[in-house]
C-alpha cells in the first residue's frame, strides 16, 4: 500500500451546517518521513465542537481558522510506523493534533507518546483536551469549595461528565444538564452525579429549584439554550460561571440573548471565559491536577466510536446533535 | 429650636418609580445625646443610585432594605453639635450614613471625622462611595494596564468621573459615554477623557469604532442600555468588565436581555459584578489606593447641590433622569 486518504476543508459552513459540501476527500502518495522526523499512522481521530470553530472564517477565534484546502484539524492517536527521530521508537502510541488523514509526517513537536499503562481510547477521552479543559474549567476558573452546588450543561460531554465527577469527588453536589434520559440516567447511575435535568423534555425551572435547595455556587457553561437564564438565575452570592461552551448557538445565524447584568452586582457574580490554548504552556500543571481523580478511580468515561474516515463528517452531525453517547471517536 | 424635620420610607416603589408618594415627613423632638453618644447636625446629604435598591423588598440584594417606616437611609456629612463620646468634640464634621434627617444621634460607629484639609464636599465626592466604588472596580477588578482602552459608562457620573481620571492617570486610553453634550464637553474638556459618546443622539456604532481604534480592554459598566452590546462586541482578547450599576434597568419590570456568551469564549472575557458593602472592610486599603491620585491633583469632582432636606425627593429624580451635572448633594 502507497497510497492513503485525507480529507481537506474545501468550503466555509453555511445555514446548511455540518455536511459534505464542506470537504473534499483525496488519495495521495505516503510520505517518506525525512531526518529527524517520524511517520504516523493514525489509529483514532477525536471529534470535538471546537471544530466548528476551526471551519469558520472569523479571524476573531482563538485558533487561525483551517485555510480551504488544508487538511481538515482534529487532534487524534496513532502508532510510528517509520522513525528518523531520536525520541521516537516504531510502535510508540503517540497523541496530538493529527488531521483529518490516515498517515500524518511529524518532527515531533506537539506530539505526546501515550504511557504503556494508558489505553488510546483513555488516553483520548481524559487526557487529552477532555480532562485538560475540565481540570482549567472547574478547578482554576470554578475555585470549588467542598459542599458548594455545581450545575453542569453537555454534563454527559467528555468535559461535561469529567467536571461533574471531579466536583463529586471534591465534596459538591452536583446537577448535569443533559438532551435525553439515557445520558440522564448514566450520569446519576453510572457516574454518580446528585441529579439530571433532561432540557428537552423536563420542566426546566420547577426541577432545576428541587435539584439545588441550596441554590447554586457554580455554573459550568458547555452549551447555551434557554435553562442558563433560568441557573444564572439561581447563581448564589459570590457565584462563578465557567463559559466553557455553546454549542447550542454555534450554528445559529442569530444567537440569543443572554441574561441581564443586574444580577451580576446583585449577586457579585463572576463570568468568565476561556479556552485551552491559552493554557498549552500549562499542560504540565493541569495534568498534575487530573490525575490524582483518574488514579483514585474518580473518572469513568464512556467512548461513542464509529469506523472509517469517511464517517468522519457523520460522527461531527451527531455531535453536534446530541446523538452520541460518550466521547466521539472515529477508528481508522 | 426644639424640633426638627426627617423623612421616612412609608411606601414601596412601583410603576410610577420615584415620587412623593414614597415619603412621609414629620417634625420630632431634637434628642440628647446619651452617655457615649454624640448629636450630629448634618450639613450635606449624598443621593446615590444604591438608594433605588434600598428601598425595594428585594431580599436578594446586598444590604437589607430600609424597612417602611424608618428613616429613608442616606451617607452624608454633618457637624457635632453636642458630644458625650470621647473622640468627637463639638465642631467636629463627620461623615456616614445618616439617613434623609436634620439631626441624628449615634454612638460614632462608622462615622469618620472629615480631615481639615478636605471640604467637606470633596469628602462626599471623593473620598466617600463614589472614591471608593471607583478604586475598587478601576483597579482591584479592571487591573488596569498603562495602553490599554477603557470605555466608562455613566462617565459624568461620581464614580464614572473618577474611573476615567484614575485611567487616564495610569496611561490608559478612556472614552466616556454620556447623555449629553453639556456632560461630554465636561468629561473631555476638564477631566481630560479621549472622547465622549452620548448615547441619546450619537450613531453609537460608528463613534465607538471611531474613538476606539485598538478596541476596548476595560469596560467599566454603570448604565446598561443599549451601548452595552455594542462595547462588549468590541472588547479585544481577556478584556475585564466591572458591572458597577445598571441604572439604566432598575426601574424597568423587564430588564433588557444582555449579550449572548459566545463573545465570553472568544475573547476569554471576564465579567465580574461588584458592590461594595463586600469591601467595607478594606476602606483603608482603597484610600491608600486612591489618595495618591488626589494628592497628585489628578481628581477633579464637581457636585450638583440643592438646598433643603424637602428637595431630595426631586434630587433622587434628577439623578434617575440623568439631568443631574455632578455628585448630587442636598445641603441642609
New interface residues.
Partial sequence: MTDYTRILLTARPDKRGIGDYLFTRERVAIPSPAEGEILVKQTHMSLDPAMLGWMSP?T???IPPVQLGEVMRSSGAGEVVESNHPNFNVGDRVMGMMGWTEYAVSNGKGLNKIQDSISTEMALCIFALPGLTATQGYLNVGKPKAGETLVVTGAASSVGSIVGQMAKADGLRVIGVVGSDEKAKWIVEELGFDGAINYKSDDLADKLAALTPDKIDIFF?NT?GPI?QLIYQRMN?HGRIV????IA??LSAT?????????????????????MP?HFHEVPKLLGQLTPYVMQGKIKYRAHTIEGLDQAVNGLQMLFNGDNQGKMLVKL
Avoid at 463559559?243 to 455553546?246: H, I, K, L, T
Fill in positions: 472569523d476573531e477565534s482563538y457553561e447555551g442558563q452570592t463559559v466553557c461552551g455553546m448557538d454555534y444567537p440569543a440573548p443572554g441574561p441581564n447584568w443586574i444580577n451580576m452586582i446583585k449577586k457579585r457574580l463572576t463570568i468568565q471565559g476561556f479556552a491559552d
